[in-house]
């Protein structure tokens, strides 16, 4: 800028030092005309220079004002770098504001990344997390907990929470952390269409050290404990149940050994039926504690199965031939309608087989005299299907969905009397998994029942090779 006001002084003083050495030479009169003449020649010289220089520098300024504007509006400024930089204030104040503009785009850059890692961590949580401002007005909701209670973030986000979910124990959670500031615990149930789901809730309130109560945020992190609380149920039934199963026959042991030792030993025929009574009590421990074994090594992944290539009509048959006599006993018609080429699946024989058993059991158990049941075997579609078939009592339809669960009898006292363990079908639906198949029952009360074992069919052509992957335990 300095040197566009020297040039412009220097062209005057040009135009003035000719008037006087004008004057100095001519007449008056003649002198006189001469320095107006001059003067106005100073004075345009002036006025160009001027122009020209004023353009130039507008041409400097438009830029950096376009920056500022742009800087104002808080959008990363863009100044175009001079094809020769001039180290005057105008050059100065452009550098200063194109540095401005880069460490402003760095910024940007480095908030947009922060932003989106956050907005990742958020998605990728497990847990629902809610934020709320010092007023219970939403600020932020994550995908997790969009699922779990079904909001929103358009619907969520700028209104107060009690607005969105009508809970009162978590309304008075969010309002006791609002109100004392303190970190704070609570179980809550929701309840849904799909039934109550429950959820442990950490309330906690975050704000900067330099800050007021006005950028005071509560942080609320809800952890789905639905399930563990299933397990937690469940575990607690078993429990329960297996006490009772153990407590039943152990205490008929006893009553019966006090008997004997107050001397019903004395006399042999009462003697006889109490040890006859007392051995069936003990046979049906033993048969709840191998059956307890099993299940725990099926579930537990420790059973070593064996995979081998398994004639399933043949082993059907087989399985009939052992459980005829108890047939024969019961003067029920067992028949097996296996009329189809072999079928092999890749199975452990020795579980199959303990499956069969189990459903042929079953029938047999729940059939009266007279009564009839049947196996099929038939080919589906890359499926083997087995059907156990009985004209037995039936199962309520109500029940029909738990028959599967560990220790669920319909009907308790005649299953205990018949010996049952109550784990027999949760054995069958464990191993049959196992296999990567299904097992299904239809039944209508007083017309019997039908369990379906669905087994995936395997080609024997490809199994012809195939050897024992484990030793059974």
Known sequence: MRNRLAT??????????????????GGAAFGGRWWLASLGMAMGAGGVVGWVGGRRMTARIAPIATAAAQLAEGRPPHVAHERSPRRDELGLLASSIQEMAVGMERRIAAVAEDRTRFAAVLSGMVEGVLVLDRLGRVLLVNPALEQMLGCRP??????????????????????????????????????ELNGPRTFAVQGSVARRPDAGDAERRSVFVFHDVTALKRLERVRSDFIANVSHELRTPLTSIIGYLEALLDGAHEEPRQREEFLQIMKTHADRLNALVNDLLQLSQIESGQYQWRRDSIDVVELVRRSVGLVAPLAQRRQITLRCEGKTPPLHVIADAEKLTQVLLNLLDNALKYTEEGGQVDVEVEAGQGVTVIRVRDTGIGIPSSDQQRIFERF????????????????????????????????????????????RVTLPTQPHTELSGRRSSGAGT
């Not at 003083?13 to 100095?24: E, H, M, V």
């Not at 069958?428 to 097992?439: L, N, R, S, Y």
């Open 154 to 191: 358009d619907e969520a986000i700028g209104h107060r929470w009690i607005e969105i979910v009508r809970q009162h124990d978590l309304n008075e959670l969010i309002a006791a952390v609002l109100t004392s500031g303190e970190p704070k615990t609570a179980e809550v149930v929701v309840d």
């Open 8 to 25: 412009v002084y220097a062209a005057t003083g040009a135009g003035i030092g000719a008037a006087s050495f004008a004057l100095s030479q």
């Open 408 to 451: 669920y009898r319909v009907d308790r006292a005649r299953s205990r009397a018949l010996g049952g363990t109550g784990l027999g079908l949760s054995i069958v639906k464990h191993i049959v998994e196992a296999h990567g198949g299904t097992v299904a029952v239809e039944s209508r009360l007083g017309a019997g029942s039908t369990f």
